[in-house]
């Protein structure tokens, strides 16, 4: 064979192995097409999805009962349903901290061998009124006083007669203190013009209105208004309580209400709120406005969301709804009524006259410079004490064993329902319900038995 014969069979044999080699590729590829995709899973979500689906392949693939193959264990909640049921978690541990922190407070608020707190019941009272005063102290004394013996101070611009104080002192175990209104107190201060104060009374009486042509009432809002919790009978004292005269205590106080005030901070607290009459404080609200811009330091912002301003005035301050808390109840701060902020304004309104030339009340005093000076916390409704004054009566409305057990009052009479009421704006300010001021516990016998 010659050279060139031998060097065209090797090209020959080249050219048909390539020739083989790319059949062969094709034949891989075709075949490589014609089998189905892999699936890969780069989660454990995913991979999770892929066992389930091949599962359900399985499933259909073989005639199985369903029961014959499990579905791998079921997944982790998404994260949004574990946070809430962490939220549900932690909103039960919070509720029952809450619970038992209320438990633990009711148990110093009924503790009797504590400490007494430094508090008394004041009164303002006439000799003429021993009687209806006697019978005030005989059902605060039956509901609440004679576990707890907190003081009396009684208060009178008249000498307290023997007879007064023997009586008096027979109504209860506690101390009972008797005190004089200094005469500047109970008097005209130098800058009023009698006069007009004279003809201001006259024209009031002529329409009708309460009060409207007394003297001496007007000293008493006057004297109620900012001198009688500067008495020295009151120094050392955190908290006053106000009796009146002829009032009834119809709700067993199982509880302190001065260790409420004490325990929780509060400096005010009240069981009636209405509306005062119009044509007695014509000019009290644009005084009280003219004091709250030239003594901003002592005015709460009613920019802040804890403001009591609503209480008040239903157009940011522009002027006054005419609600306030009838203050023949409150339990109050001596501090707070003390305070260079509310003696401040007492003054400033003392200076405008309208105490003598209108007819100003001290409720509406108290009320005001309560919504102006504190904030929501500061203030409390004690819903669960009965109390009537006059034609007026609280009496609880809500839970059947307060109103059943605790109670003789008939609801149905209760002044919260009027609609010269101001409880309810109360409730809407503090965004709260009427129950959740209800701070009693119910006996054993006053629960349903499970």
């Not at 809450?98 to 061998?113: C, F, G, P, V």
């Not at 006259?353 to 916390?377: C, N, Q």
């Not at 307060?402 to 009479?413: G, Q």
Request: proline share 6%; hydrophobic share 35%.
């Amino acid at each position: 064979m010659t050279l060139h014969s031998r060097s065209f069979l090797t090209s020959k044999s080249i050219f048909r192995i390539v020739i083989a080699g790319v059949v062969t590729l094709c034949i891989l590829w075709i075949y490589r097409s014609s089998l189905p995709k892999n699936k890969y899973c780069n989660t454990s979500t995913d991979c999770y999805n892929l066992l389930k689906e091949k599962a359900r392949q399985f499933r259909q693939a073989l005639p199985l009962k369903p029961t014959d193959i499990s579905d791998p264990e079921p997944p982790t909640p998404p994260p949004q349903e574990q946070g809430n049921l962490d939220t549900l978690g932690t909103q039960n541990i919070t509720l029952n901290q809450e619970n038992e922190a209320l438990d633990n407070e009711y148990k110093i608020l009924t503790n009797t061998s504590l400490p007494r707190v430094k508090a008394a019941f004041v009164v303002l009272a006439r000799n003429s009124e021993l009687y209806a005063l006697r019978s005030s102290m005989r059902y605060l004394e039956a509901r609440f006083n004679n576990k707890y013996n907190y003081p009396w101070i009684f208060l009178n611009e008249q000498p307290f007669t023997e007879e007064f104080k023997r009586l008096t002192r027979m109504m209860t175990q506690s101390e009972v203190h008797y005190g004089l209104v200094p005469t500047e107190h109970w008097s005209y201060p130098d800058w009023i013009n009698q006069t007009k104060a004279a003809e201001s009374r006259k024209s009031m009486a002529d329409r009708g209105i309460v009060y409207g042509g007394s003297e001496s009432y007007r000293h008493m809002c006057r004297y109620q208004s900012g001198f009688f919790m500067m008495h020295p009978l009151l120094d050392g004292l955190d908290y006053y309580w106000r009796v009146e005269p002829g009032v009834k205590f119809s709700c067993d106080i199982d509880y302190d209400p001065f260790r409420l005030m004490q325990e929780r901070n509060i400096k005010y607290g009240f069981t009636i709120a209405l509306r005062e009459y119009r044509a007695t404080i014509p000019t009290l609200w644009q005084t009280t406005v003219e004091y709250a811009k030239s003594h901003p330091q002592y005015i709460y912002p009613r920019t802040r969301p804890d403001s009591l301003l609503r209480l008040v005035s239903h157009d940011n301050g522009w002027s006054y709804n005419l609600c306030h808390f009838w203050s023949n109840f409150e339990i109050a701060s001596v501090k707070f009524m003390r305070s260079e902020g509310y003696q401040s304004y007492f003054r400033y309104l003392d200076k405008a006259g309208g105490f003598f030339y209108e007819r100003w009340g001290d409720a509406p005093v108290h009320s005001i410079a309560t919504a102006l000076m504190l904030k929501k916390s500061d203030v409390h409704w004690f819903y669960d004490i009965g109390y009537k004054h006059d034609n007026f009566e609280h009496c609880p409305m809500e839970e059947k064993w307060l109103v059943n057990s605790k109670c003789y009052c008939d609801p149905a009479t209760s002044f919260d329902v009027n609609p010269g009421s101001c409880t309810n704006l109360f409730l809407e300010v503090m965004e709260r319900s009427a129950s959740s001021y209800i701070v009693t516990r119910p006996d054993k016998d006053d629960l349903p038995s499970s």
